[in-house]
């Protein structure tokens, strides 16, 4: 297994609220020196994920994980490793046995943040809780990692970037190969770790 770098949390134009190109996307990825594993999550749409897929194919040394974030009834949460939507009524635990059922990953986003899902989020069987956001405060993601470490679930990093300059402002460093089913199972066995050194590369 290799040691990757993974920005978690990304919205592109296809989220009403991002001004992500996926073109520009891909470029920044593969232009990263070191970060070349990134989620597509926009909100309640999964029509990114093919066209960055499809223009990511030319470089072999990146990897993009299709995924949503789900407006759930309860706040929101990030399934990783579908480029489908899930079956509605979306409460938080009809998301999460979606993911199961087709072998994706359920994380919190952002508990303690507006959107954020706060204390329900104990009750449920997630596959890990977003402890490092790039948009929450500091308070806020020290008080997920302290809920995640509580519940005994691992913490990921998701720059929630809906702008180039916010693209990559964290990451996470998983063990894992570069490939979808490598990179799902590292998140569920906790073969990883947040940061918040990463650097944007600015064209
Ligand atoms: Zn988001």
Same mark, same amino acid.
Not at 33 to 54: E, F, G, L, M, W
Not at 183 to 193: D, F, P, Q, W
């Given at each position: 297994?290799?040691?990757l770098?993974?920005?978690f949390h990304?919205h592109?134009v296809?989220?009403?609220?991002s001004?992500i190109?996926p073109k520009?996307f891909?470029?920044?990825l593969s232009?990263?020196n ?10 309640d ?7 960055v897929r499809?223009l990511a194919?030319?470089?072999?040394d /990146?990897?993009?994980?299709? &995924?949503?974030?789900? #407006? ?10 579908? *480029? ?7 409460s ?8 199961k059922?087709i072998?994706a990953?359920?994380i919190v986003a952002h ?6 899902m706060g ?8 596959d890990a /809780?977003?402890?490092?956001? &790039?948009?929450?405060? #500091?308070?806020a993601?020290?008080q ?5 470490? *509580?519940i ?22 998983i ?14 066995k ?14």
């Amino acid at each position: 297994m290799d040691t990757l770098y993974a920005d978690f949390h990304i919205h592109t134009v296809y989220s009403s609220d991002s001004l992500i190109q996926p073109k520009t996307f891909v470029d920044m990825l593969s232009a990263h020196n070191y970060i070349k594993v990134a989620a597509i999550t926009d909100h309640d749409s999964v029509r990114a994920c093919k066209a960055v897929r499809t223009l990511a194919s030319s470089y072999p040394d /990146i990897l993009i994980i299709p &995924g949503v974030e789900i #407006t759930t009834t309860a706040g929101d949460m990030l399934v990783l490793g579908t *480029e489908e939507l899930p079956p509605k009524p979306w409460s938080p635990q009809d998301v999460v046995d979606y993911a199961k059922s087709i072998g994706a990953v359920s994380i919190v986003a952002h508990p303690y943040r507006l959107y954020g899902m706060g204390d329900v989020a104990r009750t449920l069987k997630v596959d890990a /809780i977003e402890v490092l956001n &790039g948009g929450s405060s #500091t308070a806020a993601n020290q008080q997920a990692k302290q809920m995640a470490k *509580e519940i005994g679930l691992p913490g990921t990093a998701g720059s929630d970037a809906h702008q180039i300059s916010e693209l990559f402002s964290v990451c996470n460093q998983i063990q894992a190969d570069l490939n979808i089913d490598s990179v799902l199972n590292a998140i569920r066995k906790g073969l990883i770790t947040t940061q918040t050194d990463a650097k944007p590369i600015h064209f």
